[in-house]
């Protein structure tokens, strides 16, 4: 007997076809079967929809899952129930965990570790050099057939140009992009935040926006060189913004993502010394947090993703100089989107769907980020406009790092929808 699913009276949402109309949603087996008004849905479980947002299921391409080796801080499932509790259906994994993902070996126990414990569908991105110690490359070809999507050091930069360049070349041949934290590590030694006047008013050691910019530039000539694919990890300086802009307007295969809270808060908001404002890239100024939402509704940023960081309290609540960089994001990312670039008018409700969706599955080749008959039922819907007040404590993640925690929001995730199944579905709206 078929499973079935009706959606009724959503706005349905979905860039990939140019479409935005109140309609139903029929889900058969697993699949999106009709996308029409007045669907008959008799015999199966209904959903009503009714002034919400029904969207193809929204894919986050950077979230860190901490397992295999600091599973205390996060693990494949709790992390893809974080996810689906913030509406994402769809999340990528990067490869800084212990053993790190530079082999087909680490590769193959994340896809099966997906496959029995997340609620979600999960995505391994692969090291770009062994133990992503920046010296070798990794095993790239026996990763991408072991599942890897994407490849990326990320949190450790890779310094070595040349090897940056074999690196693109072998992920040309197999059609998958490099992904750069951009940091010059010499550059940004020893800083806490973002140099300026708010770190020389703390007292804290500074990260220059240079640091990013540097390895931006260098990294789109090598992908000129090579004619790679070449995507910016979490972009976070104006200068970086421009220069991705120039490259897309040069042909290049360049793209960008940014975090909310890169666009949503500046330096100046940090409260003192307080972990859970410290991240890398750090916050910067608050002329680039305007020019990363400039580049956002421009579409020279192309997605939003959300550097989910999990770091257990004993040590994220160290003193400031001593505790890891990163901050928890999976829940909070529709409504910091929403706060700060639909309601405000800066992007258009299809811009802020395709953000989430049919920007990062073509960045990375997935079969995701559409709502076309035939493809997998994956359905983020969404609200607008309730409001409601963000308590880290009810997570689902196993860390609570975040500044976040009391905040008050308008609008997000109401239900997560993966493969035809209700996987979380908010219970207070």
């Not at 349905?12 to 669907?39: F, K, T």
């Not at 509704?297 to 505790?323: L, N, W, Y």
Request: charge should be negative; hydrophobic fraction near 40%; proline fraction near 6%.
């Amino acid at each position: 007997m078929s499973e079935r699913l009706v959606i009724k009276n959503g706005r349905v949402v979905d860039p990939s076809q140019q479409m935005d109309a109140v309609l139903d949603v029929a889900i058969e087996d697993g699949l999106l079967r009709l996308i029409a008004p007045n669907i008959d849905a008799t015999g199966g479980d209904t959903f009503d929809a009714t002034g919400m947002v029904v969207a193809p299921g929204f894919i986050d391409m950077h979230v860190h899952l901490r397992e295999p080796g600091f599973e205390y801080a996060e693990t494949i499932e709790s992390g893809s129930r974080a996810a689906a509790a913030g509406g994402f259906t769809s999340i990528c994994c990067m490869p800084n965990t212990q053993p790190v993902n530079d082999s087909p070996t680490v590769t193959s126990y994340i896809t099966e570790r997906a496959r029995r414990h997340a609620i979600v569908n999960v995505y391994p991105i692969g090291a770009i050099t062994k133990n992503s110690a920046g010296e070798e490359l990794a095993q790239i070809t026996s990763m991408r057939h072991a599942g890897i999507v994407a490849i990326s050091d990320d949190g450790r930069p890779v310094m070595n140009a040349r090897l940056v360049r074999r690196a693109m070349e072998f992920a040309k041949s197999l059609n998958i992009p490099l992904i750069e934290h951009c940091e010059d590590l010499d550059l940004s030694a020893g800083g806490d935040m973002h140099e300026g006047v708010e770190s020389v008013r703390l007292g804290l050691h500074g990260i220059p926006r240079a640091s990013e910019d540097v390895m931006v530039a260098r990294d789109i000539l090598l992908a000129e060189l090579t004619g790679a694919r070449y995507h910016v990890a979490h972009i976070s300086s104006r200068n970086a913004v421009d220069m991705v802009a120039f490259a897309k307007s040069r042909g290049l295969a360049v793209t960008a993502e940014a975090t909310p809270h890169h666009f949503a808060l500046a330096d100046r908001d940090m409260q003192p010394y307080d972990s859970n404002y410290k991240m890398k890239p750090p916050l910067r100024a608050p002329r680039d947090v305007d020019a990363i939402a400039r580049g956002l509704a421009s579409g020279a940023i192309d997605a939003v993703a959300t550097d989910h960081a999990p770091h257990p309290g004993d040590e994220k609540m160290q003193e400031f100089e001593r505790c890891p960089f990163g901050i928890i994001g999976l829940e909070t990312a529709i409504p910091l989107t929403l706060e700060r670039l639909f309601h405000p008018g800066m992007v258009s409700l299809t811009r802020f769907v395709s953000m989430f969706t049919e920007k990062p599955a073509g960045i990375l080749s997935l079969d995701k980020g559409t709502l076309k008959p035939g493809a997998a039922a994956d359905v983020t819907i969404f609200a607008l406009n309730p409001p409601w007040t963000y308590d880290v404590n009810k997570s689902p993640s196993k860390s609570r790092n975040t500044p976040f925690h009391g905040r008050e929001f308008k609008g997000g995730a109401v239900a997560t929808i993966v493969a035809g199944k209700i996987v979380w579905r908010r219970d207070d709206w």
